[in-house]
């Protein structure tokens, strides 16, 4: 689905409602996340739908090295030879050298909405099920620019957090810093490893009045998208 030009959303049920994004240029396009399949074939029948082959794939750049967001990697990598990109502290994760950090299995609140997510909780707190492993070509950090976006290190989710920013289209994609599912909060508070390093992300997303909002975890917001974000980060949350 479209939701702004040249801004594709790919989601699916299991993950947690995973989303990936596809970036659409003239010369070839961006991945950001790959979904939970291990197949990769949503991501490439999105790739068809647009006229496109595998090989029009160029990059692959990755928010962070959990379970739900690297499961296509390695046949994406495989059906397109794209450059695979994520932070340094995520690298190892991802090609399958260290497991991700466990969280806590204390149950979040509102407990009525995360019960739907605690299965993956519990699941990364045990260290089970582990993705195919695909290495990481090459590393990002804050300020780098990788096909249209520009890389923000984002940690507090992991220490190795990314989120990526495409200024001509005002678009935030903002990993896991962010949900819309169950319901709209600065990430699944479980899962966020350092909570002071998750306000500043959140501060610094808050800064850079996104008009698309597209997140790890439920459907993109394109509608006062800004004031959501900023929601996140006011004194008198919580
Ligand atoms: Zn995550
Ligand atoms: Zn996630």
């Not at 200024?167 to 350092?194: C, Q, R, V």
Request: some cysteine.
């Amino acid at each position: 689905m479209q939701i702004s030009p040249g801004i594709h959303s790919l989601g699916q049920t299991i993950g947690g409602h995973v989303h990936a994004y596809l970036l659409e240029e003239d010369d070839g396009l961006t991945l950001i996340d790959t979904l939970f399949d291990t197949d990769g074939h949503r991501v490439l029948e999105a790739i068809n739908s647009l006229g496109r082959a595998p090989q029009d794939l160029k990059r692959i750049v990755l928010s962070h090295g959990h379970r739900s967001h690297i499961g296509g990697l390695a046949a994406l990598k495989e059906a397109s030879g794209a450059e695979v990109y994520s932070h340094e502290w995520e690298e190892d994760i991802i090609a399958g050298d260290r497991k991700a950090q466990p969280v806590s299995l204390l149950p979040m609140r509102p407990v009525t909405a995360y019960f739907k997510v605690y299965h993956l909780q519990v699941g990364l707190a045990l260290g089970v099920g582990q993705h195919k492993a695909c290495p990481v070509d090459l590393p990002l950090k804050d300020g780098d620019r990788v096909g249209p976006v520009e890389v923000l290190h984002t940690p507090g989710h992991s220490p190795g957090h990314l989120a990526f920013w495409w200024p001509e289209k005002k678009a935030l994609f903002a990993g896991d810093a962010i949900a819309t599912w169950p319901i709209f909060d600065g990430g699944w508070p479980a899962f966020n490893l350092n909570e002071e390093q998750q306000r500043a992300t959140l501060r610094r997303m808050a800064e850079l009045d996104a008009e698309v909002l597209a997140v790890g975890h439920g459907e993109p917001l394109v509608e006062d998208a800004a004031a959501r974000v900023r929601s996140l980060v006011e004194p008198n949350r919580g």
